[in-house]
């Protein structure tokens, strides 16, 4: 559905895309993240077509973005970080001046009333956009993305300035709207990106510095399982007899649940839960709890931008 091939972007003397690629595929909810300044906004707004790349070149369902910018245009909605609103009009007024704008061959009124209903807004569409509250603004952008029904929806920080129940709101409507379309999402937020989105792409020093869906990215996928295991008794018996189970690559001590119990997070090369079991029984400490867990989101993006390498990383 989205191409985007060998993009290379230059301000002056500072580089801002170096060689990038990647591709989304039709039904994709695809997580941009990266530090500011890693080549977010600049990518985003390539592939809406609002910038030009040095070089390098982005399809929109087989079509150029620079040669044939009606064509490829047609399949995008875009909703800015700054929602494109005109905060004198009324709701409905705004929707139908930018039907208009767009050239839209549908029935006006049945349109977007039904988008309307899709983003929840069709109980303020006579009220003047000013009045609204920062998370009906949003759903007011997003409703001018929606029009048309492009098949590609491009969201550049959907969430920010909301209030947490507007976010888990809006959190909803992203993973509803990604069962008829194509979705990449830009966000600061990290919690967001892992709960909506399916596979993720890490940009550092613009560069694509990991990619891949989430669970793989932040679960079995770098190779590793991970268990949470939580003991009764003595924390170094217990880490002894843990360290001897084979498989078992790296033990992290992440605190005391409480008086004479430890909490270990462990990573092995296959699954080992079986074998924790029986090992523990073995020895004076009790299980209390054990879990398998994932790396953290947060975890991979702090060890990128910190420099580290990152194996499941790379271009798709």
Not at 117 to 141: A, C, F, M, N, P
Request: proline share 3%; net charge negative.
């Amino acid at each position: 559905m989205i191409e985007v091939q060998h993009l290379t972007k230059r301000y002056g003397h500072r580089t801002a895309l170096d060689d990038v690629s990647f591709r989304v595929e039709k039904g994709d909810i695809l997580g941009f993240l990266g530090p500011n300044g890693a080549g977010k906004s600049t990518t985003m707004n390539i592939i809406t077509g609002y910038l030009s790349s040095d070089s390098g070149e982005v399809l929109i369902d087989g079509q150029s973005i620079l040669e044939h910018p009606k064509e490829a245009k047609k399949n995008l909605g875009y909703l800015p970080e700054q929602p494109p609103l005109y905060n004198d009009m009324t709701v409905q007024g705004y929707l139908e001046f930018m039907f208009h704008l767009k050239r839209i061959r549908l029935p006006m009124k049945e349109h977007i009333a039904s988008i309307c209903q899709t983003v929840h807004i069709e109980d303020v569409t006579g009220r003047i956009i000013q009045h609204l509250s920062k998370g009906y603004r949003q759903r007011v952008g997003l409703a001018q993305a929606l029009l048309g029904d492009p098949p590609v929806l491009i969201l550049d920080e959907p969430s920010v300035g909301l209030d947490p129940t507007q976010i888990i709101e809006m959190r909803k409507l992203i993973r509803d709207l990604g069962e008829k379309h194509t979705v990449i999402l830009s966000s600061h937020v990290l919690t967001e990106i892992q709960a909506v989105c399916d596979k993720i792409i890490i940009i550092h020093n613009g560069r694509i510095a990991a990619s891949g869906k989430t669970d793989d990215l932040t679960g079995t996928g770098r190779g590793t399982t991970m268990v949470r295991l939580v003991t009764e008794g003595r924390e170094q018996t217990a880490y002894a007899a843990i360290k001897n189970i084979d498989g078992v690559v790296h033990i992290t001590k992440t605190g005391e649940t409480e008086k004479n119990c430890c909490e270990f997070l462990i990573e092995s090369t296959k699954d080992i839960r079986r074998s924790i079991y029986r090992t523990m029984t073995k020895t004076d400490c009790n299980i209390l709890l054990m879990q398998p867990a994932g790396h953290s989101l947060e975890e991979l993006f702090l060890e990128i931008i910190s420099g580290k390498e990152h194996e499941t990383g790379g271009h798709q």
